[in-house]
């Protein structure tokens, strides 16, 4: 690849990547240590390594997906969050990341707590499903919600544990960490008003993102 | 010519190449010896290896491969021996993900091997007879350490590479533990940090066949011609098993019948799994020295890489540089998934930049030999990015 041509898939990256990532990787400090479970073909920790000069690692379940890092030359750990994470040593990295995959977890506390044991921050990107879309489908349908972006029946979604903005933050008092920043983005990707109160969050925020620490 | 003969001349042919190879060579004098785990130097040493492709004027893309256990520097070209294709033509070659157009590739045979480095049918210099079981018993540590000599003697400061499968890859790790700043990249697979109980078990079973051979005379067989032949080949045959998946058997031979179409009642070998393990035993009798079997075998055995570190594996790796790619296959049960794992663990304990794949196939532990197309599209990225990191174009 020719520097020109590299340069182009840099902006094609940037141009491609979701807005949720984007977001993400602006949370990141630069030449931080970052940890990325469920990396998924491994966007987010291109993204974070060309654009930040972050040291990026990733965790991904699938083979295809590994290896499509491995190929990227991206370090990706085929693993599984509810099983692995606990093999990480302590304070290993700056900023674990999990974006849309805590709703998939089978332990999303036991995850999240292994986050704040292995990087000073996790950052975590989820679904809300307090969304007003979901709760008008429940409320008149009578039926599980079924979205554009929540595209699965409830008989073969691979999300076993949705929960809402309030839940979430919920979750985070109960094991003791701190927010220091939570961004609430619509169905287009632009966040809902920051100063907004959280009903408002909670209805309109079609994904949530939350920057957390671990309190000392 | 009849098939005895053929066997005859090619066990000849086995014999001479561990004094003379069809290969390169480099010795060392016994002023130069390599000092052996075991506590005795064994000098003079030879080391036969090949080479592929260009060292660049930097000496920065020399990749190192090592084989194993009865594997021979014999990598992309034909063998010697045999005269059948190179080992690892899959993997390495022009265009192949191990690169010849692009990387300088580096194999020699193991010290205690038979094709031409310094094993037990080499000449004893203080008796003019071949050692047989007079070399000190040879280590993975000896093995590397012999492989840094010729390294050295290449003038090569820094390896792009060490890759290898299998006791191949326990090399690359044993590389990457005592020589971390010399190895810029690393690829075991298939491989251990640690010989398991259940593989030094069917290790021993192997030895045992050869030592129960009345052929092998305790090790002193080269002086009358009489080889171990039957020992051996019950060796490989057992090892042979080990290396494929249940379900490959089944794929391959199932219950079908080799060249009948029903059972003899007799103890002749009515089945094509009993032809095809037979035949293995015998053909590798031509080209494998029982003595080397016993030699390499134990080196596997002793391997514990930990060990040397107070106990800790992620100790073994602290700090290190090195980029590493591991990869397991989920039908391997003689190095299982969860080998691997234990080491990729003890990498990100010692916070090194590691990759893992677990790659699904039923080829079981010798898919890393054959033609998975993940194995090859894994190592042809990672390599890619490493030589980007290097600076290599």
Known sequence: ?216 | MPSEEIAKSASAAAHLEAETPRSLVVRFPESDPLMMDAGVPVGPLQIAYQTYGTLNAAKSNAVLICHALTGDQHVANEHPVTGKSGWWETMVGPGKPIDTDRYFIICSNVIGGCMGTTGPASINPSTGLPYGLDLPVVTIKDMVRAQAKLVDYLGIDTLFCVAGGSMGGMQVLQWAALYPDRVFSAIPIAAAARHSSQNIAFHEVGRQAVMADPDWQAGRYYENGLKPSKGLAVARMAAHITYMSDEALHRKFGRKLQDRSAPTFSFDADFQIESYLRHQGSSFVERFDANSYLYVTRAMDYFDLAADYGGSLAQAFKGTKTRFCVVSFTSDWLFPTSDSRAVVHALNAGGASVSFVEIETDKGHDAFLLDVPELLSTTRGFLGAAARARGLA
């Open chain 1, 1 to 216: 690849m020719t520097e020109a041509q590299r340069h182009l898939s840099d902006e094609a990256i940037r141009a491609d990547a979701r807005v949720d990532l984007l977001l993400i990787a602006d949370m990141v400090q630069r030449n931080a240590r970052v940890l990325d479970v469920g990396c998924g073909d491994g966007t987010l920790l291109r993204l974070l390594s060309e654009q930040r000069g972050v040291d990026a690692r990733g965790m991904e379940l699938s083979q295809r997906g590994v290896n499509d890092c491995v190929a990227k030359g991206l370090s990706v750990i085929q693993g599984d969050a509810d099983v692995d994470l606990q093999d990480y040593p302590d304070d290993g990295f700056d900023y674990v990341i999990l974006s849309q995959t805590l709703q998939a977890t089978r332990h999303p506390r036991r995850v999240l707590e292994h986050m704040l044991r292995i990087g000073r921050h996790a950052i975590v990107s989820f679904p809300n499903f307090g969304h007003w879309r979901i709760r008008t489908q429940l409320m008149f349908k009578g039926r599980m919600p079924v979205t554009e972006n929540l595209s699965y029946t409830w008989y073969d979604t691979p999300n076993i544990h949705f929960c809402t903005i309030r839940d979430f933050v919920g979750l985070v008092n109960d094991i003791g960490a701190r927010i220091e920043r939570g961004v609430a983005l619509d169905r287009y990707g632009a966040p809902v008003r920051v100063n907004a109160p959280w009903w408002v969050w909670n209805m309109f925020g079609e994904q949530g993102v939350f920057l957390l620490k671990r309190k000392d």
